[in-house]
């Protein structure tokens, strides 16, 4: 398969001479269910929603932006009167990597950063890990861990717990692996 035209470089985007200190979170899952399915998840706004757990979120909701086939927002409503909003773009870095810009808005201010996700596997079980880097301050990094924790988790019982239930017709279809997001 040929490599994507849009490869992500971080460099200049999160210099590694910024004030902040940067925060990487990493982590992994393994999932009994077939790659373009999980990729199917991980790509389709309304699957999104499905899996993403987001602390102190009463509800989420994640929606195609118009006339736009990779760009994606996703709403959350709080406890307190602030909601929040996240602003994401999705790209096929590679064959097997996802790539999701974000930017996070919050009482007027926007924290950019960037979720790439691997998956490894085939038929029956994958492995995905998971790399979320950016500006991100030490508080908010135990937030993103148990954020990226529970999400995981939630997509692989989705996953698992649907693996004959759900069939989408384009989970099957080759057309989904070469789609440029």
Known sequence: MKESPFLIE????FPTHSRNELLDVHTSVLIAAEYRRILYALTMPEYIEAWLRIPGAESI????????VH??????????????????????????????????????????????MQLRGGTKMCALQLSHSGACARKQHDSYRMMWHDSLNALRTLMESTHTKLRHPLITDDRLMSRNW
């Open 71 to 116: 760009n994606f927002r996703i709403h959350l409503s709080t406890t307190s009167a602030l909601s929040q909003t996240i602003y994401g773009s999705c790209f096929f870095s590679r064959p097997n990597t996802i790539t999701y810009l974000w930017d996070r808005t919050r009482m007027g201010s926007i924290a950019k950063s960037i979720v790439r």
């Open 61 to 68: 909701e994640c929606r195609a932006e118009p006339r736009s």
């Open 10 to 13: 971080t460099g200049s985007i």
